[in-house]
């Protein structure tokens, strides 16, 4: 008999993967007749039912992990399966806890859109792409998965094809993401040929192979020998290459801000617990791969992405590309956590993270919603994403307004938010890592805090400029008013306004060492020396310095008092993003470009010049031929029957029927061997 403790949690963890991919095979299958999103919602509804059971049979429980045979090749065999351990049902359930609202909020921020139909299938594979991601037992197939997911991004962003900026945008998304995935399979070829198994379990389970002590070897897969550090090192910059990719880490961070072109629904999706939290699980899937080295590789690139799209969110007015660099300064703290050894605190940031983000965008999107509509209804010519069209919109839309403001709290680390727990453990950890530290690494906890400042100034700007400033110009006339979102937009943001508030995660709003879901992912990881004053002045100091951006930036934006030159070169620096961008382009795309443009010529000259001309020899050889096959061949032929022709003809008239001609021919053919033989004899 089967043992149903573990048949139940492996079927609820299948179901809730394949369900979404069921719903886009229905969507598609209907085609237009989907408009209405029924078939997705209730895929992902259901999705979430089978996640939650799954979850809470495998919480805190042995890893489950089933196999089937896919395929040989050879003497070696691959196999296709389910991992559920802690890490996996609490990414299977956030992903289905955070696009459920996405859903129901996308039914009414998309209505009307001609091509919603094709929405509902893209977002439903999507989500299928993350699920299928994330259970996954080996790295052959979350690699598989992990294309799947930039491919159904790459839909969503360029969702509206039809614009120039959004068919740019998902074209540099993928492009840079396929950057990323070539390193990711070189890390996939790299182990399986050293170690000869590509089982997530078997490599870094808590008795896989490199879950091996520190300097203790690994054998190599052939029995002779063992990995060296320099293979380790190597192995594991590949794997983080495709996480830096996906997870938008400078310098791959610049397809981020763009794929905002998508829909807002899609760009909270994608920003909260799907494509960008991949790379972070998948370093967290392969934690002990890395070593020493590649640890502070990862934490010192975290750390100046963090701090870098901190910098650059200082100054820019589209929302979306303000909360977009907050992502990535966030993936950047994240991945701080990993590259110090702690990375149960940065999935813990990732699943408190995708909480306020989402909200953050959706709120957001209702504010670009409203702008939107006040644009077409008024014939205004404002762009509704830019936050200098904005102002006093905290009376006329307060239940965003709220929601905003307990998500940017979450996001600054304020007291009572999730985002607090998170962020504080974090840092608290970063600076018990670095009184272990030597050299210029240990200066880490030191520009996270100086992040932590950023963030605070950046979001508190924009709810300043949002909310709090007077009205623009152009929406001050009495005609022009703003509405609260419909009310299927505002319940999905009411609930992740209350995920994001520490009761889901503590009952002890100020400690995150009672924080359940660190107990569950941080059983078998070493802990640091504690430090107990950094635990209570990290946050105190944390929260002193939110309040005091808090009031600077009230004056600054609030009460007028901006003291800040807007031309400086610092200023400058921030608003252009670094000239990254820019630099990609005169570094990469217009090298490329000419060398395209040289090729085109080569191919158009030189080649096509040289099968042009062996074409032209062809040609020439070809009219010889036919020349001498005409007058000299077929002239011997014509010859040749003109002689038997002629030959013909006197033998014809030789031919009279006279017996008189006959004889008298006899007579001279004997005359004639006469005449030989008498001359013959002389």
């Given amino acids: 008999m089967p043992n149903l403790t573990l048949t139940y949690p492996l079927l609820a963890a299948l179901s809730a993967v394949l369900l979404p991919f069921a719903g886009f095979l229905l969507s598609i299958a209907l085609g237009k007749k989907a408009r209405h999103g029924t078939v997705a919602i209730v895929a992902i509804s259901l999705s979430l039912l089978a996640a939650g059971y799954a979850f809470a049979q495998v919480w805190g429980h042995d890893p489950i992990h089933v196999r089937w045979h896919w395929f040989t090749i050879g003497q070696h065999a691959f196999h296709v399966g389910l991992l559920l351990d802690n890490a996996a049902v609490l990414m299977l359930l956030l992903v289905c806890l955070i696009a459920l609202p996405v859903h129901a909020y996308s039914f009414a921020y998309m209505k009307g859109d001609p091509g919603i139909h094709r929405y509902w299938a893209y977002l439903s594979l999507f989500c299928f792409a993350m699920l299928g991601l994330v259970v996954a037992d080996n790295l052959l197939l979350m690699y ?51 170690v000869g198994t590509l089982d997530v379990q078997a490599l870094f389970g808590p008795q896989g192979v490199f879950a091996a002590p520190a300097g203790a070897d690994i054998p190599a897969a052939n029995g002779k020998g063992t990995v060296t550090a320099g293979w380790l090192t190597v192995a594991g910059f590949a794997f983080f290459l495709g996480a830096m990719a996906k997870s938008a880490q400078f310098p791959f961070h610049v397809w981020l801000p763009d794929a905002m072109e998508g829909p807002t629904s899609v760009s909270s999706l994608i920003h909260a617990a799907t494509m960008v939290a991949a790379g972070v699980f998948l370093l967290a899937r392969v934690f002990p791969l890395f070593n020493e080295a590649m640890l502070l590789v990862i934490a010192t690139t975290g750390t100046i992405t963090a701090f870098v799209a901190a910098y650059f969110a200082l100054t820019q007015y589209d929302i979306k590309k303000i909360l977009a660099f907050s992502t990535i300064s966030q993936l950047g703290f994240m991945m701080s956590g990993i590259g110090i050894g702690m990375y149960h605190i940065a999935l813990f940031h990732l699943v408190t ?115 709090f400033a007077r009205p623009a110009a152009i929406l001050a006339n009495k005609g022009v008013s703003a509405h609260e979102a419909p009310r299927q937009m505002l319940v999905p943001m009411v609930f992740l306004a209350f995920c994001s508030l520490f009761p889901l995660f503590t009952f002890n709003p100020l400690n995150d060492g009672q924080v359940w879901l660190l107990q569950g992912i941080a059983a078998e990881l070493p802990t640091l020396p504690p430090l107990r004053l950094l635990h209570l002045l990290v946050p105190i100091l944390a929260t002193i310095t939110t309040i005091i951006v808090a009031v600077v930036v009230w004056r600054w934006y609030i009460r007028g008092h901006y003291p800040l030159n807007t031309t400086g070169a610092l200023y400058r620096l921030s608003e252009r993003q670094g000239y990254v961008n820019e630099l990609y382009g005169a570094a990469i795309v217009r090298p490329l470009l000419k060398l395209s443009a040289l090729l085109w010529w080569t191919d158009r000259h030189v080649v096509d010049g040289i099968i042009n001309g062996i074409a032209a020899a062809g040609r020439a050889l070809a009219g010889i031929t036919t020349w001498i096959d005409r007058h000299i061949v077929d002239g011997a032929v014509r010859l040749v029957g003109k002689l038997a022709w002629g030959a013909g003809n006197v033998l014809r008239r030789s031919q009279t029927g006279r017996v008189q ?8 053919i004997i005359l004639l061997i006469l005449l030989y033989l008498i001359f013959a004899q002389a």
């Fill in 144 to 194: 598989i998965f992990w294309e799947l997911v930039g491919f159904a991004s790459y839909l969503l962003i360029g969702f509206w094809y039809t614009r120039d900026a959004a068919a740019h945008a998902n074209k540099k998304a993928f492009i840079i993401n396929r950057v990323g995935d070539i390193g990711f399979l070189v890390g996939i070829a790299m182990v399986y040929s050293s």
């Fill in 353 to 467: 993270h995708a909480f306020f983000k989402c909200l953050l965008f959706l709120a957001a999107g209702a504010i670009i919603h409203e702008m939107q509509h006040m644009k077409e209804k008024h014939g205004l010519a404002i762009d509704p994403q830019d936050i200098r069209n904005m102002g006093g919109l905290r009376k006329r839309m307060p239940i965003t307004f709220a929601t905003m403001l307990i998500a940017s709290l979450a996001l600054v680390g304020f007291p009572l938010t999730a985002g607090y727990l998170s962020k504080d453990a974090l840092l608290v950890h970063a600076f018990e890592w670095a009184a272990l530290q030597r050299g210029p690494v240990s200066a880490i906890p030191y520009v996270l805090a100086i992040v932590s400042i950023l963030t605070s100034f950046y979001i508190f700007r924009l709810l300043a400029k949002v909310f």
């Fill in 661 to 668: 001609q006959y004889l008298a021919l006899v007579f001279f």
